[in-house]
């Protein structure tokens, strides 16, 4: 964008009105329903269930959320578990994937020294 200018215009085709169902425990669910400019229910668009939590670690807590694949909230209540399981693991073979990344390319800088009389 020329000079850093951001571009804050609402797209006013792609409007949600979000509610949020938490069990005051671990899980939470956003459920976003689409809506018209005027505030109206758009039903031609299906609503959106993302589910949320937390998982403890020792540098504190770590979100974790997932898109849940359902049209109701007793579908997303249903599906919650299985989701934040898949992106529980998910998010584990991504720091694995990082933490070998990273240790191949230490790998790779000790390679680089030079030393002198060789």
Do not use: W
Request: net charge negative; glycine share 4%; hydrophobic share 30%.
């Amino acid at each position: 964008m020329p000079n850093n200018q951001i571009d804050f215009k609402v797209d006013k085709h792609n409007l949600y009105r979000e509610e949020n169902f938490i069990d005051l425990q671990s899980a939470s669910i956003r459920c976003l329903t689409p809506i018209k400019p005027d505030g109206t229910l758009d039903e031609s668009r299906e609503k959106v269930f993302v589910g949320h939590t937390q998982l403890m670690s020792p540098q504190g807590p770590v979100p974790l959320h997932a898109p849940l694949k359902v049209s109701t909230l007793e579908e997303a209540m249903t599906n919650f578990p299985e989701a934040m399981q898949h992106a529980m693991e998910e998010m584990i073979e991504n720091v694995k994937r990082m933490q070998q990344e990273q240790e191949q390319s230490n790998r790779n800088e000790g390679s680089r020294i030079i030393v002198p009389g060789r």
